[in-house]
């Protein structure tokens, strides 16, 4: 069935791909952005979530809204006041959204939202599926806030859905892209022990699986969003180095090291997330790529 649906952070990675996907699926795409922008067969509204303000009828008519907006987790140093904006970036932008569907009388359906693995903090070797306990620290805590103002949609009789993202493997840029940066450049190591577990999945399958959030109304609740086969930190490194035949250096990068340069942001290399989902197999959901080599020759766009 055509959905009409509203997408928030359309012109990120995730969101500029499901724009074009959707739109083949048959469906109408509205989006939400900081500012007027052209989108081929997109109807574009503006918001401010700092003032709470959003355009006059951008929730008309809409059924389904995709919440992707978020200030990047990487993009600077995680000081009190960054951390603030990242989680009010997320929390108040849902807040907007479901202020806005009561004050309109919306008939808003479905709401996806994005989450990430850093839901589990750093766990270790600990299997995770969803119905585990959040982790610790400032990723899991942001998690669990960002999940929570998805859910408070739950109280309108809104059907909820949290997409716990893993590291996203894409030619377009993204975390991909910053591991193989060193590797490029012939220093490319293991990072820490390089024993944490890394759950990967390739943007195609991101793509895909918010899209059946929004066709499947059988999708209730958390997802991990990542392939069936976690890797850790060293056998990915090894396996980028093998595609962009670079040699990876057999010693380690410290983790105290990685913590003078990157403060508290270290964890996002170090963490370790040994994620399950079979919740999402349960769906019928077939994975685009289940094989890693196959997922990079993909996204780093080499041959053989």
């Given at each position: 069935?055509?959905?009409?649906?509203?997408?928030?952070?359309?012109?990120?990675?995730?969101?500029?791909?499901?724009?074009?996907?959707?739109?083949?699926?048959?469906?109408?795409?509205?989006?939400?952005?900081?500012?007027?922008?052209?989108?081929?067969?997109?109807?574009?509204?503006?918001?401010?979530?700092?003032?709470?303000?959003?355009?006059?009828?951008?929730?008309?008519?809409?059924?389904?809204?995709?919440?992707?907006?978020?200030?990047?987790?990487?993009?600077?140093?995680?000081?009190?006041?960054?951390?603030?904006?990242?989680?009010?970036?997320?929390?108040?932008?849902?807040?907007?959204?479901?202020?806005?569907?009561?004050?309109?009388?919306?008939?808003?359906?479905?709401?996806?939202?994005?989450?990430?693995?850093?839901?589990y903090g750093d766990?270790?070797?600990?299997?995770?599926?969803?119905?585990?306990?959040?982790?610790?620290?400032?990723?899991?805590?942001?998690?669990?806030?960002?999940?929570?103002?998805?859910?408070?949609?739950?109280?309108?009789?809104?059907?909820?859905?949290?997409?716990?993202?893993?590291?996203?493997?894409?030619?377009?840029?993204?975390?991909?892209?910053?591991?193989?940066?060193?590797?490029?450049?012939?220093?490319?190591?293991?990072?820490?022990?390089?024993?944490?577990?890394?759950?990967w999945i390739h943007?195609?399958?991101?793509?895909?699986?918010?899209?059946?959030?929004?066709?499947?109304?059988?999708?209730?609740?958390?997802?991990?969003?990542?392939?069936?086969?976690?890797?850790?930190?060293?056998?990915?490194?090894?396996?980028?180095?093998?595609?962009?035949?670079?040699?990876?250096?057999?010693?380690?990068?410290?983790?105290?090291?990685?913590?003078?340069?990157?403060?508290?942001?270290?964890?996002?290399?170090?963490?370790?997330?040994?994620?399950?989902?079979?919740?999402?197999?349960?769906?019928?959901?077939?994975?685009?790529?289940?094989?890693?080599?196959?997922?990079?020759?993909?996204?780093?766009?080499?041959?053989?």
């Amino acid at each position: 069935m055509r959905k009409k649906i509203l997408i928030t952070g359309a012109t990120g990675l995730v969101g500029k791909q499901l724009v074009t996907f959707l739109q083949m699926r048959g469906h109408e795409v509205s989006i939400l952005s900081t500012r007027q922008i052209t989108i081929p067969g997109v109807k574009v509204f503006t918001w401010d979530v700092e003032k709470q303000t959003i355009a006059a009828g951008a929730l008309n008519g809409i059924d389904t809204i995709i919440h992707l907006a978020g200030e990047g987790i990487a993009g600077k140093k995680w000081t009190a006041e960054r951390k603030r904006q990242i989680i009010d970036s997320r929390v108040n932008s849902a807040k907007l959204l479901y202020d806005t569907i009561k004050a309109t009388d919306a008939q808003v359906k479905t709401f996806v939202s994005a989450s990430a693995v850093g839901y589990y903090g750093d766990r270790g070797e600990e299997i995770l599926a969803e119905d585990s306990e959040p982790g610790k620290g400032f990723l899991a805590d942001c998690c669990v806030q960002w999940e929570g103002a998805a859910d408070e949609g739950l109280a309108l009789g809104i059907r909820v859905v949290k997409i716990r993202i893993g590291l996203i493997l894409s030619k377009d840029g993204g975390a991909l892209a910053a591991m193989a940066k060193p590797i490029k450049w012939f220093v490319g190591a293991p990072l820490g022990s390089g024993k944490q577990w890394m759950p990967w999945i390739h943007l195609d399958d991101i793509v895909r699986l918010f899209t059946k959030a929004v066709e499947s109304k059988a999708m209730v609740g958390a997802y991990n969003a990542a392939a069936p086969f976690p890797v850790t930190n060293k056998l990915l490194t090894k396996r980028i180095a093998w595609h962009l035949n670079r040699p990876v250096w057999p010693v380690h990068v410290p983790k105290a090291a990685l913590k003078l340069m990157l403060g508290e942001m270290s964890i996002l290399p170090l963490m370790s997330s040994n994620t399950v989902v079979q919740k999402v197999l349960d769906t019928g959901y077939l994975f685009k790529y289940v094989d890693l080599d196959e997922a990079l020759k993909d996204a780093l766009e080499v041959g053989g």
